[in-house]
């Protein structure tokens, strides 16, 4: 007994579009992990941002009383809740060169928070830091311009030599 015409259907992908497939997942994945970096990046400057807010506003109370700005965090009638992914300072403790930046800037920083994530750090121990001036401007500063570079990507612009001394 044989049987005549009966024919075993293969059903599947071949070897060529298997491979296809694996290179536009591929190509995808290379477009869309850098600017995933940064989006986590901008999430996590959200609580930077948050404390920085916070203390500039304790800070401008703190001025309305005693007609000046403090220079010691400790001194501000707020509560800063305790941070994941930056170190909060009084100003000037964790100053870092910024090279590219007017020297006039750095006189009247309200706060500045530096990210504990090191990734960025051109061989130091430090990432960048988030700083605010007394009209509620936030910068983003570090000592290396590969930092500098991430502070742009996300949505930081440099000061210039044309920005206000305060």
Known sequence: MTNKGT???????????????????????????????IFLMKMKNQEGIQVLLSVYRAE???????GTYTQYINDLDTQIPPMKNFYLANIGELFISCSN?????????????????????????IGYLLLVLPDAQFLCCSNC????????????NPPTQSDPPY
Not at 104 to 122: G, H, P, R, Y
Not at 146 to 155: F, N, P, V, Y
């Open 7 to 37: 024919h075993k259907v293969l059903n599947g992908f071949t070897l060529m579009e298997l491979l296809i497939a694996i290179v536009i997942l591929g190509t995808l994945i290379a477009i869309t992990l850098p600017r995933y970096d």
């Open 60 to 66: 401008r109370a703190y001025k309305l009383d005693h």
């Open 101 to 125: 930046w007017p020297p006039n800037i750095f006189k009247n920083v309200l706060a500045e928070v530096q990210s504990v994530d090191t990734s960025s750090n051109c061989g130091s121990n």
């Open 145 to 156: 311009s590969a930092a500098d570079d991430i502070c742009t990507k996300m949505g930081f």
